[in-house]
T-cell receptor
Framework: IAGITQAPTSQILAAGRRMTLRCTQDMRHNAMYWYRQDLGLGLRLIHYSNTAGTTGKGEVPDGYSVSRANTDDFPLTLASAVPSQTSVYFC???????????FGSGTRLTVV | GQNIDQPTEMTATEGAIVQINCTYQTSGFNGLFWYQQHAGEAPTFLSYNVLDGLEEKGRFSSFLSRSKGYSYLLLKELQMKDSASYLCAVLDSNYQLIWGAGTKLIIKP
């Protein structure tokens, strides 16, 4: 693993199903983030975690939950998927310096 | 509210120079980032400005004026591989990144 790994790469999901998007980093970054990216809207923050054991809500948290049991992993769960959650999801991490965020390669989710 | 504005799309010619502008209104300011995102890929870090002035990094330069809430990304000697979206993002008072919607840059031969 080098950087951030997201899984799956893409998924088609039936509405009402539960789904967990996985995110793992090996850079020992304290802060981690989940974004969704939709055409014309840019990146919108769903949830974040400043350090292991803590999480916070971003701009669009409804319908999503996260956990941060350790430094490396930050899974995002959709409890009951709806079509409006069709999007590209990016996980990112940061060490809090001016080097910015490192992003995973994204998960393309389609809810039908 | 917090707002980041940048043009939706720009077109430029291979070998030329292009300037992508970004204006922002945020609650606090702890730095401004530019990211490059090729279609279907993740954003990648280009530059970070926290003080006023110009930061040069090879063919790319980024400028910041905090008093005007303004930044630009300057790309010189454009290459076809520079065709991508360019995202402006501001780190606010809570150290959260606020993102613009991105500028799609199309390079023509």
């Amino acid at each position: 693993i080098a950087g951030i790994t997201q899984a799956p790469t893409s998924q088609i999901l039936a509405a009402g199903r539960r789904m967990t998007l996985r995110c793992t980093q090996d850079m020992r970054h304290n802060a981690m983030y989940w974004y969704r990216q939709d055409l014309g809207l840019g990146l919108r923050l769903i949830h974040y975690s400043n350090t292991a054991g803590t999480t916070g809500k971003g701009e669009v948290p409804d319908g999503y939950s996260v956990s941060r049991a350790n430094t490396d992993d930050f899974p995002l769960t959709l409890a009951s998927a709806v079509p409006s959650q069709t999007s590209v999801y990016f996980c990112a991490s940061s060490d809090g310096t001016g080097d910015g965020y490192t992003f995973g390669s994204g998960t393309r989710l389609t809810v039908v | 509210g917090q707002n980041i504005d940048q043009p939706t799309e720009m077109t430029a010619t291979e070998g030329a120079i292009v300037q992508i502008n970004c204006t922002y209104q945020t609650s606090g300011f702890n730095g401004l980032f530019w990211y490059q995102q090729h279609a279907g890929e993740a954003p990648t870090f280009l530059s970070y400005n926290v003080l006023d002035g110009l930061e040069e990094k090879g063919r790319f330069s980024s400028f910041l004026s905090r008093s005007k809430g303004y930044s630009y990304l300057l790309l010189k000697e454009l290459q076809m591989k520079d065709s991508a979206s360019y995202l402006c993002a501001v780190l606010d008072s809570n150290y959260q990144l606020i993102w613009g919607a991105g500028t799609k840059l199309i390079i023509k031969p």
